[in-house]
């Protein structure tokens, strides 16, 4: 299985910018689909960006389109969420997960999470 260590996150104001980063541990990590989901104070988690284990067919919510971009490295073992033009709305947690490519839906590792606060 994976372990998945997230970083990158604090406190911006906003139109800022974070990058997240996922590091993975303990698998080959081009076996996974990536995805970064976040959860707000009283709210379900919810789906952000996701990323194909080639680093191909990427995905992103509606609310995040056009200001953030996913990408990983695999020689690196990390991906990634760079997060521009950053909103209130934005403040969460943030959490990278993986999915093996069998099952590229299926999220079954996630990292601890990292605090995005966006100040207005």
């Known amino acids: 299985q994976v372990q998945l260590v997230d970083s990158g996150g604090g406190l911006v104001q906003a139109g800022g910018s974070l990058r997240l980063s996922c590091a993975a541990s303990g698998s080959t990590f081009s076996s996974y689909n990536m995805g970064w989901f976040r959860q707000a104070p009283g709210k379900a988690r919810e789906f952000v960006s996701s990323?194909?284990?080639?680093?191909?067919?990427?995905s992103y919510a509606d609310s995040v389109k056009g200001r953030f971009t996913i990408s990983r490295d695999n020689a690196k073992n990390t991906v990634y969420l760079q997060m521009n033009s950053l909103e209130p709305e934005d403040t969460a947690v943030y959490y990278c997960a993986a999915a093996l490519r069998a099952t590229p839906s299926a999220y079954r590792y996630w990292g601890q999470g990292t605090q995005v606060t966006v100040s207005s």
């Open positions: 990323i194909g284990w080639s680093g191909a067919g990427t």
